[in-house]
């Protein structure tokens, strides 16, 4: 069990790297524009936004959001089903292609740097510990 001072320390190191902001930072960034274009990247073809959806796990109404805006930004192309008039499926356009391949280059980068830094095995360590505690918090919310 542990001890209350054990338990005061951690919770002032959390408070100090405001893990929860950190977290719903990454959690945003899962169900955003990022999400999608991840999702349409690995397709590798068109899909439908309920395929979208499900894929990412956010919900419809908010997938159209995100499709709405991305339209906008010139970065996927909306299109009626050859077979099907009535299913609109969604692809990355050039620009849509050019900043997925700029995301995982600094993913690569960022990655890189963490290695470089931290060294593989400990933040594999680290990593490990996280998904650790995400189990442990999302078990106390069920």
Known sequence: MAEEAEIQKFMHIMDQMHPVREFSKIDATKAGIGAVMRFLDESGQSVTAGEISDGIHVSTARVAVLLRKME??????????????????VCLTEDGEKIIRKMHQRMQKNVERMIDQIGAERLETAFTVMQEIRGILESDCE
């Open 72 to 89: 906008a930004k010139g970065l996927i192309i909306r299109k009626s089903h050859d077979r099907d008039a009535r299913i609109t499926m």
